[in-house]
């Protein structure tokens, strides 16, 4: 029986004149809010549900996040701080506003609204619970940080290059530039967000920012004036050495920031666009990546138990070629990091080619591509050969001449990993028969193929159960039956997670291990169809059954399931 089911037996066995009782007794010494905290601890309530019982007993009506994120926060009449501070909710209703606090009936936060708002504009009250508050604010947090600090709010302790640069953004921005402070608070609320990319785009009106945080974007806040949009890109152009008067082409550059004690890469590229010109900054945190990857091994990936000891069977042959393939952002390069993290032992030398080095490992040689300097992957493939190598990690093959070089590595006595992108395990024969492999060279070098996702956990400190329809079943070709026994659960939002519902991802993969059917298969051009047949008998699981699994057991949502692997 779920959260939801039982909660609903609970009531209906409940004394509710009792909990009434109880409950204004409570409310009595410490309002509201612990009047709350009772009725949850006494009678074996959630949150939501003891909410619902309160709102009753004092006249109120509750409000879920899901009914007050349709509503934007009236920043026009206090500062976001102020609304942090008193954690209640004023928000625009139309002509009049809608206030959402823990404790509806407190004078002083009455008080305080009657003096703000202006006379003849009506109040409607609402009880919400200091989750769906937090939740709220933690949503709202990152857009309005932004837009605060941009006009000198918050204190940030970050510089542009080392301390002895007189291009410091703490410096610059007692200068009093407006566009300086802009470009610093977003960067500073992007890399306290723990954002993977920060996203500027120009629109008609003048600038969107985004971040992207477990692989989504979320939206930060937006500026007015194509002026100031093209101050902020030129502003980030001056910061990684581009061409402030060049607007046609795309360009490439970085810079680097210290922020918090450390130093931080931030890699920028810009792109042409119909309104100006659009600008993603990549933040390559390499400290924090080896801090927290210290002791690397394939369990933290979060794989499945049997998906992981078969990787590390492919990590552990002589020679042969792993290769790994996803998205961008698909955690490909910490899989062959954590692989080779658990066979470094000291007595193979192991060489690595990458663009760029994302963190050190400890007695392997890390060589950065260097194209300006002529250094490619194939180039310094090449050399690696010569440098007497036992494993060898190529970053990505992107060019035939890579692919050919890798085969012939793997053929030649060494274990070779790298990465190609490609959608699923099928896909990624094709690329190298495209790149003009040959196939028996092929499937004699290659010894399995791990096609991965990042897929988000839900918050475990929000998540709710649910009991989805039969047509949302029906969309994602399940059925009622056959998901009888399963444990569905939704996002839905608080503090803790920021209001995303989700914290954290782990990977899901396909893995494909070669087999001589399946080497002869390829070598005869055999069709898809046969292929994955083979891979089936040979325990090949698809990403989607893969991610079915964790909705079937509650870990993440099918909604979430949905976005990151293919329903047919």
Not at 180 to 205: C, F, M, P, Q, Y
Not at 297 to 310: E, Q, T, V, Y
């Amino acid at each position: 029986m779920n959260t939801l089911v039982e909660e609903r037996v609970i009531l209906d066995h409940l004394d509710r004149a009792g909990i009434v009782a109880h409950a204004r007794r409570a409310a009595a010494t410490g309002g509201l809010p612990a009047a709350l905290a009772c009725v949850q601890a006494d009678f074996g309530l959630g949150e939501a549900a003891a909410a619902e019982l309160l709102a009753a007993a004092f006249g109120l009506v509750a409000a879920p996040l899901e009914a007050l994120s349709a509503y934007p926060l009236a920043l026009s009449i206090a500062p976001f701080a102020e609304f942090v501070r008193r954690q209640a909710l004023v928000l625009e209703d139309g002509a009049g506003y809608l206030v959402a606090a823990s404790d509806p009936l407190d004078v002083h936060l009455r008080d305080w609204l009657e003096a703000l708002v202006p006379l003849g504009k009506p109040i409607a009250w609402r009880l919400a619970t200091p989750g769906v508050i937090a939740a709220f604010l933690a949503r709202e947090e990152s857009r309005v940080r932004t837009l605060d600090s941009s006009l000198g709010g918050e204190e940030a302790v970050m510089a542009i290059g080392s301390d002895a640069e007189d291009l410091s953004l703490q410096r610059i921005s007692e200068d009093g530039s407006a566009v300086v402070r802009l470009v610093r608070s977003t960067l500073h609320d992007g890399l306290k967000a723990e954002a993977s990319d920060i996203h500027i785009e120009s629109n008609a009106r003048g600038l969107v920012i985004k971040y992207r945080i477990d692989g989504v974007l979320n939206f930060a806040g937006s500026i007015d004036g194509c002026d100031t949009a093209e101050q902020m890109i030129s502003r980030i152009k001056v910061l990684s050495d581009l061409d402030i008067a060049e607007r046609r082409v795309p360009q490439d550059g970085r810079f680097k920031v210290n922020w918090q004690g450390r130093e931080i890469d931030i890699r920028v590229s810009i792109m042409p666009s119909i309104w100006g010109e659009d600008a993603v900054l990549r933040v390559l945190d390499k400290q924090a990546l080896t801090d927290h990857l210290k002791g690397l091994s394939l369990d933290a990936m979060g794989f499945d138990a049997d998906i992981m000891a078969r990787i590390r069977r492919l990590a552990a042959e002589p020679y042969g070629m792993v290769l790994v393939t996803g998205p961008t952002g698909s955690g490909k390069t910490t899989t062959l990091y954590g692989a080779l993290s658990e066979i470094n032992r000291g007595e193979d030398k192991i060489i690595t080619i990458e663009d760029p080095v994302e963190y050190q490992l400890s007695g392997v040689l890390q060589i950065p591509v260097n194209e300006k300097k002529g250094l490619t992957f194939a180039r310094g493939l090449r050399s690696i050969l010569r440098h007497d190598p036992d494993k060898i990690m190529v970053g990505e093959i992107r060019d035939s001449e890579t692919a050919q070089i890798a085969v012939q590595a793997a053929l030649t006595g060494h274990l070779v990993f790298t990465t190609v992108h490609a959608n699923n395990v099928f896909d990624v024969i094709g690329r190298f028969l495209h790149m003009e492999v040959d196939p028996y060279n092929l499937v004699s070098a290659l010894n399995g193929v791990v096609a991965q996702r990042l897929i988000r956990t839900l918050c475990p400190a929000c998540a709710r159960p649910v009991e989805p329809g039969g047509q949302d079943l029906a969309d994602t070709e399940l059925d009622v039956a056959g998901t009888a026994d399963w444990r569905f659960h939704r996002a839905v939002g608080c503090g803790t997670c920021r209001g995303t519902g989700y914290r954290g991802r782990r990977a899901i993969a396909e893995l494909l291990v070669l087999n001589d059917e399946i080497r002869e298969l390829i070598i005869g051009r055999a069709p898809i169809r046969q292929l994955k047949e083979a891979a089936r008998r040979g325990g090949t699981r698809s990403l989607r059954e893969n991610a079915l699994d964790m909705v079937r057991a509650g870990t993440t949502s099918l909604e979430e399931a949905n976005r990151v692997t293919f329903v047919a």
